[in-house]
């Protein structure tokens, strides 16, 4: 059964700093793995898809890498602004063509 | 476009009674989706459709049934609502692809969110 990680759970940084988020899955059989971000009471919100043949899809101040074989991805967020303070969802795509999700990291970015 | 909808937003029942969530998708997508959410648990799927007249179980399947009469609607139905089953759910779509590959980003309704007193 895939199972996904995601650390750390929560994470507070002051504004401008660049951090990475981290995310681990149990079964490298993957077909794509897509971050989403989620803000408090709302729904979810796309942010990159990684097909399991890349190594990394960029998005203005974000990136995120993929690597199956070690079964890991990570999302880049650079010079962060209070605006990103949100949290963030990794989900893999096993093949039921449905995603499993990690738990979510809450960001804080303090002014 | 309105892209994928949820009604109602909210929703507060007693146990044993009995509703159905509505999502509708405006993309002319395959693929349709329910997950719930749970604190501290991410996202768990519960039905989901490959096309209309489909469907197939998730992961936390029981006490959930599920319909997909028309391509652009999925309906989630509690038949005798438990405490459990309080959680938000939110419904989502992709557009599918043939073969066992699915390339296609999913795209989330705002969700509802169900208590069961």
């Known amino acids: 059964k895939q199972e996904v990680t995601q650390i750390p759970a929560a994470l507070s940084v002051p504004e401008g700093e660049n951090l990475v988020l981290n995310c681990s899955f149990t079964?490298?059989?993957?077909?794509?793995l897509q971050w989403f971000r989620q803000d408090p009471g709302k729904g979810l919100t796309s942010l990159l898809l990684?097909?399991?043949?890349?190594r990394e899809q960029t998005s203005g101040r974000l990136n995120a890498s993929l690597d199956k074989s070690s079964g890991r991805s990570t999302l880049y967020i650079a010079a962060s602004q209070p605006g990103d303070s949100a949290t963030y969802l990794c989900?893999?795509?096993?093949?039921?063509?449905?995603?499993?999700f990690g738990s979510g990291t809450r960001l804080q970015v303090q002014p | 476009n309105a892209g994928v909808t949820q009604t109602p937003k909210f929703r507060v029942l007693k146990t044993g009674q009995s509703m159905t969530l509505l999502c509708a998708q405006d993309?002319?997508?395959?693929?349709m989706y329910w997950y719930r959410q749970d604190p501290g648990m991410g996202l768990r799927l519960i039905h989901y459709?490959?096309?209309?007249?489909?469907?197939a179980k998730g992961e936390v399947p029981d006490g959930y049934n599920v319909s997909r009469l028309k391509k652009q609607n999925f309906l989630l139905g509690l038949e005798s609502a438990a405490p459990s089953q309080t959680s938000v759910y939110f419904c989502?779509?992709?557009?599918?692809?043939?073969?066992?590959?699915?390339?296609?980003?999913?795209?989330f309704g705002p969700g509802t969110r169900l208590t069961v007193l």
């Open positions: 989502a779509s992709t557009e599918g692809t043939s073969g066992r590959s699915s390339y296609n980003e999913q795209f």
């Open positions: 079964d490298s059989a993957i077909y794509n």
């Open positions: 990684i097909q399991s043949s890349q």
């Open positions: 989900a893999v795509d096993t093949g039921r063509r449905a995603l499993t």
């Open positions: 993309m002319n997508h395959e693929y």
């Open positions: 459709s490959v096309g209309e007249g489909t469907t």
